[in-house]
């Protein structure tokens, strides 16, 4: 006997910690938040790193723990695990983060070696050549990857010549870094002023508001602040049709115009998302993988940047359906953006989107993830509250003026890498196609023309991925 599904419960108003701040003398601000669910803590340090040079930063993030002037890096990893903890670094093009946690007891060790890194690496020759040799292999791997040369295709047609078109350095600069450069590159952009500490954990707040004091006062608050040009708005024009002879499958790549967090038609966008594309029970979704079977996992996700928003939307069709799979989401896109959506949709999306909030602070990880990134924007924790009210109080009508506004696929760029050969004529009849080969349209100089075996990882990833509320 079938027993019938039991009803959704319903949406618990969003509860969001204090926050305890305090910005030291040399210009780092401090976010402490208690979190006792179980004896740890979770460190975010986020840096202002805008218009640094792209390819010493990519090694920089690798080999910033690689030793200091009285650790190598055996003893680095020695001393982190000796209170439970890990450290590690990544960037992106607005800032560089490290990220990592310990014990709760072990918060001012913690805090210690941390600081000694900051203060103090020294970037060892030997340390520098092995970690800039792998580096090089994983930019080669990734820029064999269809999908990784596609993104790279779309960031070139969205931005231009903007700082965010470029977010993967040559493999040919990466070598040319050496430790000194690594040094000099420290000294001038690693630099307490402008940056956040954000301490989430089984700690009281003024324990750790006084521990990174007491171990970050005297880093150094000099240095100049860089702030990127506002992203450059969307130009819709022809399809970029990017040829890779003899592939299998096409990439399929869309961006439509997005609005930052504080926007008034935030909520209501992310909300339009949702029934497009962003969650697995979207239309989209149901449309080119469960009834059509064209792609896998296709998807859909506001990008939020410092100068920037933007809409983006993916999917890996094969081949032979790369024209029918772009009309259903052109279709879907047109759908929406004409039609309201329907009041279950809404709520469904909705409950997604509150439960989403819910989740992504439930760990001290996640809190501490999502406090460092809305620090970023000058935001608090406090806007969750603020954003989950929107959620809660957007109508039919707010979501579809969204959808009308920032979803029409005429508003958009469109994307596709694959053989050219094979699906430009198709293509052709849905849209005017510009033809490019991949190293024009990604202005790469170097291109693998084989994928190896395995999955390729682009450098500069976020170590602290997790924890950011899709959207929010």
């Known amino acids: 006997m079938t027993r019938p599904v039991p009803p959704l419960e319903p949406t618990h108003e969003l509860s969001v910690p204090e926050t305890a701040e305090r910005t030291l003398a040399n210009g780092l601000t401090v976010l402490a938040i208690q979190r006792a669910s179980v004896p740890l803590v979770e460190l975010r340090l986020r840096v202002p790193f805008a218009e640094a040079d792209l390819a010493g930063t990519s090694l920089l993030t690798q080999t910033l723990f690689s030793g200091t002037a009285d650790m190598s890096t055996v003893d680095i990893a ?37 600081a000694d890194v900051l203060q103090r690496a020294t970037y060892p020759a030997d340390e520098v050549g092995t970690e800039r040799d792998r580096l090089v292999d994983r930019i080669q791997v990734a820029q064999s990857q269809p999908a990784h040369l596609a993104r790279v295709a779309l960031l070139k047609r969205v931005y231009g010549s903007h700082p ?13 870094i050496s430790p000194e450069q690594l040094r000099s590159l420290h000294a001038d952009r690693l630099r307490a002023n402008g940056a956040i500490l954000v301490l989430v954990g089984d700690v009281a707040p003024d324990k750790m508001l006084e521990e990174a004091e007491r171990a970050l006062s005297t880093w150094d608050g000099g240095g100049r602040s860089v702030e990127l040009p506002p992203a450059p708005a969307l130009v819709p024009g022809a399809l970029t049709l990017v040829d890779r002879p003899g592939s299998v499958q096409s990439s399929l790549r869309m961006a439509l115009p997005g609005v930052p967090r504080t926007h008034p038609d935030h909520a209501a966008l992310q909300l339009a998302n949702l029934i497009f594309g962003g969650y697995f029970s979207s239309r989209w979704v149901e449309n080119i993988r469960e009834d059509k079977g064209y792609t896998y996992g296709p998807h859909s996700v506001v990008e939020h940047s410092i100068a920037g928003t933007m809409l983006s939307v993916s999917a890996e069709v094969a081949t032979e359906v790369t024209g029918p799979a772009l009309l259903e989401t052109w279709y879907e ?27 992504g602070m439930s760990t001290q990880s996640g809190l501490a993830g999502l406090a460092s990134t809305y620090a970023g924007y000058g935001l608090r924790l406090d806007y969750l509250a603020e954003h989950a009210a929107r959620l809660g109080a957007a109508t039919l009508d707010d979501v579809a003026a969204a959808a009308a506004k920032y979803l029409a696929p005429s508003g958009g760029v469109t994307v596709v890498l694959g053989d050219a050969d094979k699906v430009e004529s198709v293509l052709g009849v849905l849209a005017p196609v510009q033809r490019e080969g991949v190293r024009q349209a990604t202005g790469l100089d170097e291109v693998a023309e084989e994928a190896p075996a395995g999955g390729g990882v682009a450098p500069g990833a976020d170590p602290a991925a997790g924890g950011s509320a899709e959207g929010a």
């Open 78 to 114: 020695a001393e982190l695990q000796s209170v439970g903890g890990a450290l590690g670094a990544g960037a992106d093009p607005d800032r560089l983060l490290v990220s990592g946690n310990s014990l709760a007891a072990g918060l001012p060790r913690l805090l210690d070696i941390l």
């Open 164 to 176: 965010y078109a470029t977010q993967t350095p040559e493999a040919a600069d990466v070598k040319e």
């Open 333 to 359: 896109l047109g759908r929406l953006a004409s039609l309201p959506p329907k009041d279950a949709e809404l709520e469904q999306a909705r409950q997604y989107a509150l439960g989403t909030l819910q989740l």
